[in-house]
């Protein structure tokens, strides 16, 4: 990373576009570490801290974690000594409160530095997600179209069976998609009206999602 302040990128786009791919491919890159709030709920829970507490009192009933609860996590990963040249942020924010949540948070580093929104058709997602199988005992991801067990229904690795997650069920994709349209489309307008918004093609291979992402940082001095 050629810059000297702290950078921070925000990944926005529809479940299913690849953001959590690239924001893992590009740590190397930036040198800055993915901050996914699916990550933080995960570990907060699991560790039980009193976020984490709060937080699965929500997530045990299905509903979503308060924009308070989210922020505060996210304000707190963002100071450990990790983040200290920046963060690829990826979940968050997820809708307007927690953006002008995060420009207040980021105020003393000048504000997000790039918003890159993978673009992808629902039927690309849909695709995409239904598509994943995991297996029950190791957790080894495999998709059914891009990269098929040898055996179907059986974990290469250990023989574990593979299944279809919940989250991964047609109905509840389509639930997420009118969720992400509700809440987080309308994060795209606002990161335009801010001159801040880049799109890179998501429904392209992820190689080449990679390669139009690294161009893209490139051409704005990132790398």
């Not at 974990?155 to 997650?165: A, F, P």
Request: glycine share 10%; hydrophobic share 35%; aromatic share 8%.
């Amino acid at each position: 990373m050629t810059a000297s302040k702290r950078i921070f990128l925000v990944l926005l786009g529809p479940p299913g576009s690849g953001k959590g791919t690239q924001a893992r491919r590009l740590q190397e890159h930036l040198g800055i570490p993915q901050v996914s709030t699916g990550d933080l709920f995960r570990c907060n829970v699991k560790a039980e801290t009193p976020l984490g507490v709060l937080a699965k009192r929500y997530m045990d009933k299905g509903e979503l974690v308060p924009d308070k609860v989210t922020i505060r996590m996210v304000a707190q990963r963002l100071q450990e000594e990790d983040c200290a040249n920046g963060a690829i942020l990826d979940g968050f924010p997820r809708n307007l409160i927690q953006a002008s949540a995060l420009d207040e948070l980021l105020a003393a580093d000048g504000g997000v530095a790039l918003v890159v929104w993978f673009n992808a058709s629902d039927e690309e997602v849909m695709n995409r997600i239904t598509g994943r199988r995991v297996c029950r005992s190791c957790g080894q991801v495999y998709h059914m179209m891009f990269n098929p067990p040898q055996q179907e229904g059986v974990c290469d690795v250990d023989g574990g069976e593979l299944y279809l997650r919940a989250d991964d069920q047609p109905e509840t994709v389509k639930n997420r998609l009118y969720v992400y349209y509700k809440q987080s489309s309308p994060l795209v307008g606002y990161y335009y009206a801010k001159g801040l918004l880049a799109e890179v093609d998501g429904s392209q291979s992820p190689d080449a999602v990679t390669e139009a992402f690294l161009t893209l940082l490139k051409s704005h001095g990132y790398l």
